[in-house]
């Protein structure tokens, strides 16, 4: 009788999750692993489809190939360097001093943050272009001197680029390192007689010593995976590095065996630098315990106070004052040379961005299109994996979690290689439609999304499901009623963050992208080359107050009053 | 046949098994406490009756229909139960009235009955002010009794509750124990309820269920389990109590190794090795001069008294070293040091072979 009874009742309330989990880790498997088994393939054979080693005996014995991965490497490290010695100085009179402004630097910092690398380049290229700079421009005009003062289309230039938008992620580590230190592990070493420069060596800066070097570590593997500024700056400085290698190779003809050939070691080296960042932040007693001790104490910084000020407004000024200014002017007047007056002011680019070019008309289009899909896509994935992952109702659940985490190892090139392999084929045939880029973006929005929703995740407590399903609801239905709902302040943060993502992403659209397929950001690499400096930077413009607004607008909706969020339990 | 039966059941984590081959009825209509120290294995239970976990073996049957077994089990919306959550679990984004009709809205149950079903039971547990509050509003004991309600508006077979009591305070926990009781007798679901604390499973349960590592020792009326423990632990665990070990003498007497011979009224003794005797605190007569008769009878000096208001709490170091706690009358007052007479009469010592 017993078994009879259990297998009718199953039968009439099917249980939806197990089905949801089998589909959902093929459709990650699908994401993650196919491209990259096509790109593995295609690098061990020829063209007539037999295996061969040829692809990377060829990568070998090109030097200009192996240039460019010494080229790659030495800016990644210029650029991890620079970072770092600018972020953390700067994370420490943030974070630890009487530092006026504390908190509109750091809003800045965010702002660099949010600014698409590929722009800050081409901000850069207006302010300091040897000839048309506007940097240059005023100097030649103050001095008579005929010289450039700078030159962005250089390798130190690049680096310069570069690390204006890869600080921030030092500065975010070291600041919130320094915030968590608890005050009494400093003021211990105070009452035993070290005097505060002392504390700061011994102590303090030990302490933050690996959050310090984690960003370092993530700066140099945004600078060795980044496309946009370096084909922007670099490809006029007449060097390649590795990503604009690789692009070039996608040029005609397409070589698709090398170039996944010279994909393969950078996804190597990304993964295993990630391996070291977590394996630096991981380990034990290095980890200061969360604190109940205390507020982190603030250093006075006296008559330092000023020209710190000053250090800090500089660093600011470089890297989000002065490239906005120049996008605003490029954006308003006709030459980015001429002086600003009231009579050079135009709308002539608004007019051309928004009414005559129909290619960027197209491609506002296209990407608000793929931006929204994305957005609802990733989180809706990620609301549910991470309910898997976390509430770890199956054996083998934490696969999903691994899953949806690996692209973060994928740099956008890899992947962008690895889609056109696995998908541009008589097949699949989605070259040249929107599918593949919402691919690649699904996949590359994956990681942040599924980090951010599963830590707000593992917040709620069971017993709230728990009492739900006891109540008569099933777990789909429980996620639906009661999980959503509680996590609905973080679903519409990780929509906003894959949103913005994905409007910004250059180094996988380009090798995806055909004419009816353009994005914003590739429109603005096309024009860039045409020298297009107002278009590009009302463009620009557009996304960034396209990304505010959506971070605006998602904070406004009157959703939910925050003290009612505030139950216990 | 019992309305709730768990047969052999047994959950592991791991190597450890956290409940192992427990075997309980429970009448329908019966209020049972699992009570036992944490890591017992009582909340264990209580989940997989809940269908949050499934067993590594044995049973779990409802009304002869089994709803658990080793590797399968009916999830737990289809098991008509309704469970009380230690955190309370209130839904933060809900009032207190979406809080309670949630279950009743999941049996689409037409609109009006919600209403008025939800209404009635909000009256009940004095929470009709509250209706529209949501639980961040709320104090501790106003989000118990929501938790009440909507556990009860469902009107459950079987209603779960896991240690409702633990956060509130000591005044609101008496009122709500005595209230939880209430609410049973008026509506007579079968109540598993568990606690580690005796006084609420001594005033609310009709059956006392004493779990220790994972199995359980003893269960019995309220009654039963104090004055005739049937382990060392129950009666250590149940009260407080004096333990006392010797050897069996005679049918029914236990000679310890101080000499001291303990005639015991009840209980089992153990075949071989030791025995051990319980005797309670308050059971323990002090006494300045020596009683008469040759059993029964130590004497010690007092190492300890505290003055407590209604009684006086005893220390006593009888010969051999052993320490005796002793309640006595007020009126009873012997200074610290003092060498006195205690009594254990055979009626108040319980043999007690595990």
Redesign the interface.
Known sequence: MTSATLTAQRRYGFDFSRPVFVLLALLLCLLVIFPMFWLVYYSLRDTAGHFTLGNFIALVADPTMVRAFWITGLMALGVGLLSTVVATPMAWLVARTDLPGRRIVRVLVLASFVTPPFLGAIAWEILAAPNSGIINVVYRWMTGNEAALVNIYTFSGIIFAIACYTFPYVFTLVANALDRVPSDLEEASSILGAGWTTTLRKVTFPLVLPAMLAGALIALLQALTLFGTPAILALPAGFHVITTKIWSLFQFPPQPGLAAAAALPLLIVTVLLLRGQKWILGRKGYTVLGGKSGAPRITKLGAMKWPAFALVGFILSLTVIFPYAALIKAAFTQNIAEPLTFASLTLQHFQFVFFEYSAARLAMWNTMLLGLLSATAVTALVLVISYIVTRRSFKGAAILGFLATAPIAIPGVVLGVGLFLAYANPTFMLYGTLWILFIAFLTIEMPAGYQQMSSSMSGIHTDLEEASRIFGASRLKTLWLITTPLLKTSIIATWCFVFIGTIRELSATILLTTANTKLVSVVIYDLNESGNLGAISVLGLTLLAISFAVVFVAQRVPLMSGSRLQARG | MAFLELIGLTKKFGDAAAVSKVDLAVEQGQFVCLLGPSGCGKTTTLRLI???LTPDGG?IRVGG??LS?AG?S??????N???I?????????MTVFENVA??LR??RLPKTEIQSRTDTILAVTKLHMLRDR????LS?GQ?QRVSLA?ALV?KPETL?LDEPLSNLDANLREEMRIEIRNLHDQFRYTTVYVTHDQTEAMTTADLVVVMNQGGIDQAGSPEDIYKRPASEFVARFIGGTNILRGIRMGNDAVKCANGLVLRCDSGDFAAAGETAVSVRHHDIELKAERPPGDTNVVSGTVARQIYLGSHRDYLVEIEGGEKIRAVAPVSVDMPTGKSVWLYLAPEHCRALAR
């Open positions: 809940a269908g949050f049973e229909r089994v077994r399968s009916e999830p737990p919306e289809r098991r139960m309704s469970m959550f230690q955190s309370y679990a209130l839904w933060p984004h949630y279950g999941l049996r949501y639980p961040g509003e501790g989000q909507r469902v779960l």
